[in-house]
């Protein structure tokens, strides 16, 4: 029940651009996007509710398929302070599951 | 709007103790999740409270339990603590169960 989320980890340069996906066995009603710096708490970026549609945040935008039971998360012209783990979550018989986790790291 | 409080930040205990974590969520919030989340396994969700009232909970043992209090303010609970339960206990609080605002965490490390 757990989405999966690829890549698990990435390493940028700053100004470049990374996607993260977050794939699931299940039907997808809805996908949530959350950011969690390293000893800090996770906080929400945004959610996703209706098939294809795009949301935006900062230059953080997120997409959702439907059919393919799958979201994908773009971060263009990566800045340092985007590092942290990206967590998508998914919505299962009323609780919010989230995936692995995938770790993100600009560098200078 | 102050934030989410979860207290203690820290807490050592014992193999077999018991241990109870506090969340006061952001004012006006109504629904109360709690999340465990560790290196291996991630962030897994405990339970949900709505307005004083279980709506949901995951997939662990009775020794853990919660409630929450008519003024929103919820508390978990953790009998016969176990090696395992070692992990940084998350209160997150919403108005809808959507944009969830999470507190600071609770480090429990069991010896």
């Known amino acids: 029940q757990q989405p999966v989320q690829s890549p698990q980890a990435v390493i940028l340069r700053e100004g470049e651009d990374a996607v993260i996906n977050c794939s699931s066995s299940?039907?997808?009603?809805?996908v949530h996007w959350y950011r969690q710096k390293h000893g800090e708490a996770p906080v929400f970026l945004m959610i996703?509710?209706?098939?294809?549609e795009q949301k935006g945040h900062e230059k953080i935008s997120a997409s959702f398929n439907e059919k393919k039971q799958q979201s994908s998360l773009y971060l263009t012209a990566s800045q340092l302070s985007y590092s942290g783990t990206y967590f998508c979550?998914?919505?299962?018989?009323?609780?919010?599951?989230f995936g692995q986790g995938t770790t993100l790291q600009v560098k200078p | 709007k102050a934030g989410v409080t979860q207290t203690p930040r820290y807490l050592i205990k014992t193999r077999g103790q018991q241990v109870t974590l506090s969340c006061s969520p952001i004012?006006?919030?109504?629904?109360v999740s709690w999340y465990q989340q560790t290196p291996g396994q991630g962030l897994q969700f405990l339970f949900e409270?709505?307005?004083?009232?279980?709506?949901n909970k995951g997939n662990f043992p009775g020794r853990f339990s919660g409630r929450q209090f008519s003024n929103s303010r919820s508390e978990m609970n953790v009998s016969t603590l176990e090696l395992g339960d070692s992990a940084l206990y998350l209160c997150?609080?919403?108005?809808?169960?959507?944009?969830?605002?999470f507190g600071p965490g609770t480090r429990l490390t069991v010896t």
């Open positions: 997150a609080s919403s108005v809808n169960s959507y944009e969830q605002y």
């Open positions: 299940k039907a997808l009603y809805s």
């Open positions: 996703l509710l209706k098939g294809g």
């Open positions: 979550g998914t919505e299962v018989t009323g609780k919010l599951i």
């Open positions: 004012s006006g919030h109504r629904s």
């Open positions: 409270y709505f307005s004083e009232t279980q709506r």
